[in-house]
């Protein structure tokens, strides 16, 4: 591991490189990483970065994100598998379908989406600032407006429209990790075994779950509302890559997960070896065709701009 690390440091110099991770990731990513975070940072940081080269640990979409937003630079994926099945779970064809059934339709995509999505779509958001987003647009069309369409998550699509107070029409996708593994009956279990525990979820897990819990957040929000509470003990309802994180950052804290099976497989394609492979070799550059980086990135512009 000591060997494969000064190599990744050296290359990492040699080529100008930067290593982003989303908060999922494995151990041993997040201690080569030059930043983890979650969508919303990550998109951030890869507009910020004088690096040449970014290489993305995390799922596909985020690294497309990455390479929209710098098409001079090399986005390097460690596993071109890494995909997110909620993702694809709507296409550009079907959403232009769906949009035809509207007389005058607005798109809100979540980053969770591919760059054919986005690029037919007039904004995006992650889960840490879809309600402003959401509301900003409701804002632009007045209020009985009810031709907003959300897609992919039903579930954070249901959890925006409640919270923003605007009517949407919500595509009927979701994650298999937040929607499939975290369940009312694991929360109660850890509630009853952990009862001085605060339950933060993610905006993807069902609305039943949601509704049980104390906060509902995105993963960086979640990493830092965790730094400032009084509270010493948190029940994790989301993939259980953040734990390291949470630990790491807060020692004195302790954190439980609704279940240890909550994992989404793809993030944990990503290893080291890949890491080191990729940067090696230059190889799996996210390759996006100009016309579609134009469209895709207006949505994820109009998206930064919102100071969320
Ligand atoms: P965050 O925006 O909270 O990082 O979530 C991304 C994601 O894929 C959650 O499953
Ligand atoms: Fe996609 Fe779910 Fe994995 Fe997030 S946890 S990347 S939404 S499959």
Redesign the pocket.
Known sequence: MKETIRKLNKLKKEKNAVILAHI?QLPEIHNIADFVGDSLDLSRKAVQTNADVIVFCG?HFMAETASIVNPKKKVLIPDSNAG????DMITAEKLKEFKSQYKNPVVVAYV?TSAAVKAESDICCTSSNAVNVVKSIAGDRGAENSDIIFVPDRNLGSYVQKLAGVKMNIWNGF????NNLILPEYLLEAKEEHPHAEILVHP?CRPEVASMADHIMSTGVMCRYVEKSTAKEFIIGT?TGILYKLKKDNPSKNFYHVSSLVV?P??KKITLAKVLDVLTNMKNAISVSEDIRQKAYRPILKMLEINA
């Not at 997110?84 to 993702?87: L, Q, R």
């Not at 994650?175 to 937040?178: A, L, V």
Request: proline share 12%; aromatic share 6%; net charge negative.
């Open positions: 999922y799922v997110c099945p909620m993702a969770n994650c298999p990790t937040h993807e993939e989404c793809n993030m």
